[in-house]
């Protein structure tokens, strides 16, 4: 009686196909730009997020929603200046209020683009109650 099981097509054993074949979806992952991103978070948070990962609109509903929560300095030429002394070019939305906030005497209105205008009123609304204490 002959072997039971998958038949033998490769001479490489199939622990090495496996690792080959897993070194070549991270290579192709890698080309598209994608990283993979470990997060240790509470047991509901985790569910609710495994849920909400199969969508199929789900990496544009994400990057929504981080956009709320962080802000992109380079996007914004004034907060870019109030911030000249930071490395990363993120920062979470409260700190970019607050850093608005404490140096208002260094913006100027008239030259703030539509979309840093709309981000001052964006967090205004969020964090201010509507108004900046300057």
Request: charge should be positive; avoid cysteine.
């Amino acid at each position: 009686m002959g072997k039971v099981g998958r038949p033998v097509t490769s001479k490489v054993t199939r622990g090495e196909q496996l690792r080959r074949a897993k070194r070549a979806q991270r290579e192709r992952e890698r080309r598209a730009g994608l990283v993979n991103v470990q997060l240790v978070l509470p047991r509901d948070t985790a569910a609710k997020l495994a849920v909400a990962r199969r969508a199929a609109d789900f990496p544009d509903l994400l990057d929504d929603a981080l956009n709320q929560l962080i802000v992109h300095l380079p996007d914004y030429p004034q907060l870019r200046d109030l911030a000249w002394n930071r490395m990363d070019e993120y920062l979470p939305a409260k700190e970019a209020f607050q850093l608005y906030e404490r140096n208002w005497r260094f913006i100027e209105p008239g030259r703030l683009d539509p979309e840093e205008h709309a981000l001052i009123d964006r967090l205004k609304a969020r964090f201010g109650g509507g108004v900046i204490n300057a």
